[in-house]
């Protein structure tokens, strides 16, 4: 029954998400409509922001930067990325900065971000929302849609006798659709047992419990100044709140004036800090991107973990499906040790005992039976401690602990000099070589996901839960600028390092902060920081309509199967591989429901990532057949047009 005062819409389509994704599926509605047909009526929903959605908020602090060079972002596609629909030009982000008569609506503070930008800089989250904002102006100005933005929350999605679909929002407020697509991006999830607690001793004891999400939809003026606040993750978000609290509290970052390394900082405080003890179960924060003198990193060619490998062992692993510690991973391990090792052949030959040969190391690393006996090969080849390599323990400390504190600043103040060493050289220190390695490998791995060669059980258990984020930590780090700056940060005191296997608890009144390093010693402090996010999982998504579906049975988990027991959850929706349809409980798909993107992730591979141009782009090839697919229902559905019954078809 619709509440009182409820408004009732009908669309062609609903957009469940308006951010980049939803963008996408109205540019690609315009490529394949033809002009003399009706517009497609589009409604677009959205809880933050139509146009830029929750991620790239146009009201956000301008210091939350993406981490992806201006000029790989888009929303057009090219002949890179397999679609059966028909490319259509239009601006990439950096193109769009440089267009010399923006329209009268965009913010006054665009014009002077816009300045700035350059090819290899990183822009603000906010100005690349404005990008997908006007990208969708855009295409509703070719005449070939109607786009209705409706801010607000969807709570629920109904099947009506007439075959279409109606999504209720939490107003009261129902939009009925020919088809509805779910692209909602990056869900959040509800608060954990564990979350509630810290939330209920936060609130009773008069403490600052800052909880997991969105840097962006969380209050930073309520962590103190100038006392300890303890924080754990070291990923992506950290950045962000590190420089909220310095910067976005009018501390300033200058040059240091080390002739060696001239991004080196130095910070000036302006005595609203806190003092930020900040930990993880990895001990670092993501490596820095180097900064490269093209602007842009060369792309990296195995040697061992080759396409050819990873082809053959494809073909081979199906039944029964392999594991991906005990057979996959000895192979990459081998690669990053190359990578490692061939840089410093190549740039550093006083690094390697003399004899050391391409060959003979190739040979050598092909032979190593496991992770010590690669490091072995590093070791032995190495003339110095400085450039011994660790494989299983590439985004961590060279040593597991526990160790001393003074070990342990020790450690830190040589992550520090390495991070500003590697930053500076970007292709001849070897650290970026290993990175750039990761980059190349996260691919076909994934690729092996996909295919069903490995086993359910640790896809989630490796993939899900080692490899992935080992990827980012070691292949999706900040701009370098950022990171200098939180070297800046641990130069001045202003920010420690607590340690490897970070735990915070709340004990007596106040949280304390243990890890490898601070076992009996524990950190206390008032306040409290966590930084992670949950990645778009959506078993305990806060969504309402996802989460509605899901306990309803409308819709399911997509699971790995498995030879050691029942299919194992991925965590996402289950959809159909082809036309991504809704699939629920009993397996049977909704044609009238496609979901793209992040919530179902598992069966879209890649559709996380952003469209950049020149490169094959899940998120646009998913946008492309969700268009066809609206446009295909519609003919089937739209009475004839008076003026050209034919119209209507695509093209």
Not at 102 to 108: E, I, K, S, T
Not at 261 to 287: D, I, K
Not at 351 to 377: H, K, M, T
Not at 547 to 552: E, G, N
């Amino acid at each position: 029954m619709t509440a009182p005062g409820a408004e009732r819409a009908t669309f062609d389509v609903v957009v469940v998400g308006g951010g980049p994704r939803a963008v996408a599926v109205v540019e690609r509605l315009t490529a394949r409509h033809r002009t003399t047909a009706p517009p497609v009526r589009v409604a677009l929903v959205d809880r933050t922001e139509v146009g830029a959605g929750a991620t790239w908020r146009t009201d956000q602090s301008p210091l939350l930067l993406n981490n992806t060079y201006s000029a790989h972002t888009t929303i057009y596609t090219d002949d890179s990325t397999p679609m059966t629909g028909p490319v259509t030009p239009g601006p990439d982000l950096i193109t769009w900065a440089l267009e010399s008569n923006p329209p009268p609506d965009r913010p006054a503070w665009v014009a002077e971000e816009a300045e700035g930008l350059r090819p290899w800089s990183y822009p603000t989250r906010r100005i690349q929302g404005v990008y997908y904002r006007e990208q969708l102006a855009r295409a509703e100005g070719t005449g070939r849609v109607v786009v209705t933005p409706v801010v607000g929350t969807a709570v629920d999605l109904d099947p009506v006798a007439d075959g279409s679909r109606t999504v209720r929002l939490a107003n009261g407020r129902r939009l009925n659709g020919r088809v509805v697509v779910l692209a909602q991006g990056m869900i959040q999830a509800k608060r954990s047992p564990r979350v509630r607690s810290l939330v209920a001793a936060a609130r009773r004891h008069g403490l600052v419990y800052i909880e997991p999400g969105m840097p962006a939809e969380r209050d930073w003026d309520r962590v103190p100044a100038g006392e300890t606040a303890l924080v754990t993750g070291l990923g992506a978000n950290f950045f962000d709140v590190v420089a909220l609290l310095t910067e976005g509290r009018g501390g300033r970052f200058e040059p240091a004036g080390d002739p060696a390394r001239p991004a080196r900082l130095r910070y000036l405080p302006s005595g609203r800090e806190p003092h930020l003890v900040a930990g993880s179960r990895r001990g670092l924060p993501y490596r820095s991107k180097a900064i490269y003198p093209s602007g842009f990193p060369p792309r990296y060619e195995p040697r061992l973990a080759t396409r050819a490998w990873f082809e053959r062992f494809g073909r081979t692993a199906a039944v029964p499906r392999q594991d991906f510690r005990r057979d996959v991973w000895l192979q990459l391990a081998r690669e990053f040790a190359w990578a490692h090792l061939s840089t410093l052949l190549a740039h550093h030959p006083d690094a390697v005992v003399p004899g050391s040969g391409e060959r003979q190391l190739l040979d050598r690393l092909r032979a190593a039976a496991g992770d010590d006996e690669v490091d072995d090969v590093i070791a032995s080849t190495v003339t110095s401690a400085r450039w011994t390599l660790h494989v299983a323990r590439l985004d961590r400390p060279s040593s597991p602990g526990p160790v001393d504190p003074q070990t342990w600043q020790m450690w830190v103040r040589h992550h520090v000099e390495d991070e500003l060493d590697a930053m500076h050289a970007p292709l001849t220190h070897p650290r970026n070589t290993v990175n750039r390695a990761m980059a190349a490998l996260r691919g076909p791995v994934r690729e092996l996901v996909t295919s069903g060669a490995l086993d359910g059980a640790s896809v989630v258990r490796d993939i899900d839960g080692w490899f992935t984020p080992l990827g980012l930590a070691l292949a999706s780090g900040p701009p370098p600028h950022r990171t200098a700056q939180v070297l800046a940060l641990i130069d001045a005191g202003v920010l420690e390092l607590l340690g490897e296997d970070t735990a915070v608890t709340y004990e007596e009144g106040a949280f304390a902060g243990r890890s490898a390093v601070r076992r009996n010693a524990p950190v206390r402090a008032r306040t409290f920081v966590e930084t992670r996010m949950s990645k778009g999982v959506v078993t305990d998504t806060d969504d309402p309509l996802l989460d509605s579906l899901l306990r309803s049975g409308r819709a399911r988990l997509h699971c790995w199967p498995t030879d050691h027991g029942p299919p194992v959850s991925s965590g996402t929706l289950d959809v159909t591989p082809d036309d991504f349809h809704l699939l629920d409980a009993n397996g049977v798909a909704d044609a009238r429901v496609i979901v793209l993107g992040i919530p179902a992730e598992a069966v879209q591979p890649g559709s996380a990532i952003g469209a950049t141009p020149g490169t094959p782009s899940p998120l646009l090839a998913g946008a492309d057949r969700a268009a066809a697919q609206i446009l295909a229902a519609l003919r089937d559905t739209r009475p004839p047009s008076p003026t050209a019954t034919a119209a209507r078809s695509e093209t």
